[in-house]
Structures are given as structure tokens and as C-alpha cells.
């Protein structure tokens, strides 16, 4: 089956660091890529959507200078979190989105990148 | 951000029993989807359910499409150990690719 990738599934930062996570789609094409925060024993909460090629759209709340957001291909998203300080640790997960019909559509998580900063 | 109302919020059950959890929504959603997250794991698809009225099995799970589209169930028969995780439902509206997600329940099951 599709398989979404995360790497890295674990980084310990300074804070004031930045660190960046990738998110790759192994065996198709994602149009789509969303980036998601979950804390301890809590649902995920949307941070941004990102479109191939296109700016990210951000969640109100979520600052777009802090946690930025690439889209350059359609098997690829990052998210840096810039200036990391330790109330920005937490589990990251990537959701990536490919399709067109509510039936096919094909959407998988990533297996998360847990972030503390320290 | 919205959420839907998910419940139970925890279980606690015996291996062989079934379980069934809820979730339900004040405004209508075209799809509903139902993950299972492992500790320190992504949350993996288990039911996509896109009809009103939908009743769809996966093995020992089965879940349904409610009628007026604002909420689904989740049924997992004579559980196991590895049935151990938290469940979320997920709804998407139609022309839209994101996922409200329910709070989660949690599940535990003792040998």
C-alpha cells in the first residue's frame, strides 16, 4: 500500500535552533501535503495545507514565520520550525493527499517526527 | 479549531468483548473516516465510510455512515490485546481535503 515517510522520526534541538522535518509520499503523487502538531494525550490539530508549487495556507494561530513550509515537488514537504524554543515540542505529523474523487481519493500520515526542544 | 464530539473518551474491557464508539458532529460531513494511533505512530486508516447510510467491515471492525451525515459509529468485535490504541474519527466535507478529527478514545484491553 502507499507509504508516507517522516525523517526525522525523532530530533532533539537547543532552543533558538532551528530543525527541519521531511515528508515524502513513496508511491504516488501528493497534491496536497498537511502538517499537523499533537500534543501529549490530545487529537492532531491542523497547522498549515500545503499545494505543490504554491505558498502553504496557515490554521489561525499557527505563525507562518515560525514554522514554514515547502512544497517543492509532488513527493516532498518540509516544515522547518525556526528559532525552536520548548513550548514548540511536540509530535509532528504530515498528512499527504493525492486524488481527485472522494472514493479514490488516497490520503496516509506520516509516522510522526517527535520534536523536543530543550 | 472545530472538533467533533467523539465517546466514549476511554475504555477499559476484558480480551473477547466488543467495543463500539461514536462521533458526532453538529453540521454535515460527505465522508468519515476512521484512524487507529499507536503510542509515538502515525494514526492509520482503518474505515473510510462515504455514503449516508454506509455500512462498511474491515475484519473484526465495522462502522457506519449515519443517515444524516452527522455522526458514524465504530464497532470492533471480540477485542484482542493488539486492539490496544487510541481511536479517531475524521470527518471531510465535500470539496474540501481537510480531516476534523474527534478527540480520540482510548483503549484498553486487558488479557
Known amino acids: 500500500g502507499a507509504v508516507v515517510s517522516q525523517h526525522p522520526s525523532w530530533v532533539i534541538c537547543k532552543s533558538g535552533t532551528s530543525v527541519k522535518i521531511e515528508c515524502r509520499s513513496l508511491?504516488?503523487?501528493?497534491?496536497?501535503m498537511f502538517w499537523y502538531r499533537q500534543f501529549p494525550k490530545q487529537s492532531l490539530m491542523l497547522m498549515a495545507t500545503?499545494?505543490?508549487?504554491?505558498?502553504?495556507?496557515?490554521e489561525q494561530g499557527v505563525e507562518k514565520d515560525k514554522f514554514l513550509i515547502n512544497h517543492a515537488s509532488l513527493t516532498l514537504s518540509t516544515l522547518t520550525v525556526t528559532s525552536a524554543h520548548p513550548e514548540d515540542s511536540s509530535f509532528y505529523i504530515c498528512?499527504?493527499?493525492?486524488?481527485?474523487?472522494?472514493?479514490?481519493?488516497?490520503?496516509?500520515f506520516g509516522p510522526g517526527t517527535r520534536l523536543t526542544v530543550l | 479549531g472545530q472538533q467533533l464530539n467523539q465517546s466514549p473518551q476511554s475504555m477499559f474491557i476484558q480480551e473477547g468483548e466488543d467495543v463500539s464508539m461514536n462521533c458526532t458532529s453538529s453540521?454535515?460531513?460527505?465522508?468519515w473516516l476512521w484512524y487507529k494511533q499507536d503510542p509515538g505512530e502515525g494514526p492509520v486508516l482503518l474505515i473510510a465510510?462515504?455514503?449516508?447510510?454506509e455500512l462498511t467491515s474491515n475484519g473484526r471492525l465495522t462502522a457506519q455512515f449515519g443517515i444524516t451525515r452527522k455522526d458514524s459509529f465504530l464497532n470492533i468485535s471480540a477485542s484482542i490485546p493488539s486492539d490496544v490504541g487510541i481511536y479517531f474519527c475524521?470527518?471531510?466535507?465535500?470539496?474540501?481535503?481537510?480531516?476534523?478529527f474527534g478527540k480520540g478514545t482510548k483503549l484498553t484491553v486487558n488479557p
Open positions: 508511491d504516488f503523487q501528493a497534491t496536497t
Open positions: 498528512r499527504a493527499y493525492g486524488g481527485t474523487s472522494a472514493t479514490t481519493d488516497t490520503q496516509y
Open positions: 500545503s499545494n505543490e508549487g504554491s505558498k502553504a495556507t496557515y
Open positions: 465510510l462515504y455514503k449516508a447510510g
Open positions: 453540521s454535515i460531513f460527505n465522508t
Open positions: 475524521a470527518g471531510q466535507r465535500g470539496g474540501s481535503e481537510k480531516l476534523v
